[in-house]
DNA sequence: CAGTGGTCTAGACCACGGT
DNA sequence: CCGTGGTCTAGACCACTGG
């Protein structure tokens, strides 16, 4: 008997990936209507509405109203990236940390960072440059912009004992942002600061954040060497 | 007025977005319940309750039966990070793409990838390694094993024509997976396979996958140098 | 234009977890 | 215990879009 007493909208949900799973429902394949599958389960087609719309959410299958609900031929995954303040990153290795203000200049908008972030060139932006510590070993480089005109607050405040990243996530919560992953060359002052050779291959993670549309900050934040960054699906 | 006709979850979602960026409910404070705010906008609780749980999935708010829903104090950011099929990345950048077979080989699965996809030792994986291109520049190397268990007809498939990722996909579509990204030095063989100087920091992306709880291949994905991967929230 | 998903409602019961 | 969110229902109307 397939019949359980209720079907909750997890268990349409799983049963759907199970039916796609085994090829009882191949790639590319119309699904039945929500009203169909809500007699075959036994279930009010909310429910049915709710486990599909999870799955359209995922990348499994695709919705279009009138066409129905297909089972997504080429699933461009969504890998779930869960970005931490690094205070919390260290501290979830089980290390120490610490934070250092390496330099603090409010200066005139560089021209990149204006194209880069849609700022008025004339404007003025605190340029910051941190180092974060995991058992007194370098662990995160961080150089900083902050766009003044959107946090003007910035200005009072000196970054000798807390992270640029934590003051603005008080400042300005729940901003957009978006994100640029790569590899670099340890250059410049990276030696230095991270202690590792020049050249060395470095993780860096650079964000560009707005608030309510406004740019607040542009951030390159660059990893000591053999960092990983853990995602998942 | 603040009143609106109809107030659609959307409505409610984004007001309470509203009321967070704008300190009217800063970081930890306890909203009102479901019941409240649906009286306030003059909706059903379910729709609020679309809204709410949303914003949860967020990381916006965290909510407890009983304990209501509070403002996320230390919002541990969700990036998306969208991961396609090689082909439709090189495509994507307008670049024509090729694929090349470098080797194929039937292995014991060595003690390292045991340990990793938790394999039995004695069993045999499908190594292989192959290049992907873009507009006939090296644009990635990958080296790749898959559990011959998991897949038994990738013993049929000489992948002299389809890349093993795109092959996996029509087989083991919708699988699970644990990705790992890191910046890696050229070494071995490849400086000569993506023509780079020996040490150059190439950004690397690995994936673990899983099919219904069974391993099904281990990944390492190298990209040329000066790759940057893209995510947003 | 007609079928499909998208959404909303009013009400109900349940499950968890603070008091 | 009992208030809160979690979920389900039956029904309704709407919006998009394929034929």
């Not at 499994?60 to 031929?73: E, M, P």
Request: charged residues 25%; aromatic residues 10%.
């Amino acid at each position: 008997m397939t019949s359980r007493k209720t079907a909750s909208f997890q268990d349409v949900r799983d049963e759907v990936i199970e039916r796609i799973q085994t090829r009882v429902w191949p790639q590319g394949t119309l699904l039945p209507t929500e009203l169909e599958l809500a007699e075959e389960f036994g279930c009010a087609r909310a429910t049915v509405n709710r486990a599909l719309r999870e799955l359209a959410d995922r990348g499994v299958v695709q919705r279009k109203r009138k066409g129905g609900t297909r089972v997504a031929r080429r699933p461009t995954k969504q890998a779930r990236l869960a970005i931490a303040v690094v205070r919390r990153t260290v501290e979830e290795m089980g290390a120490a940390y610490r934070y250092a203000l390496v330099s603090r200049d409010l200066v005139p908008c560089p021209a990149w960072l204006g194209s880069r972030l849609q700022i008025d060139e004339g404007s003025r932006v605190m340029h910051l440059r941190c180092m974060h510590y995991a058992d007194n070993r370098p662990f995160q480089f961080e150089e900083r912009w902050i766009n003044t005109a959107a946090v003007p607050r910035v200005l009072e405040e000196d970054f000798a004992t807390i992270g640029p990243n934590e003051w603005l996530l008080e400042e300005v919560p729940f901003s957009d942002a978006e994100l640029f992953l790569s590899a670099v060359p340890a250059s410049g002052q990276l030696p230095e600061f991270l202690n590792v050779a020049p050249g060395a291959p470095l993780f860096r993670m650079e964000r560009s954040t707005w608030f309510r549309g406004q740019p607040v900050t542009f951030v390159q934040m660059t990893f000591q060497q053999g960092y990983q960054m853990r995602a998942s699906y």
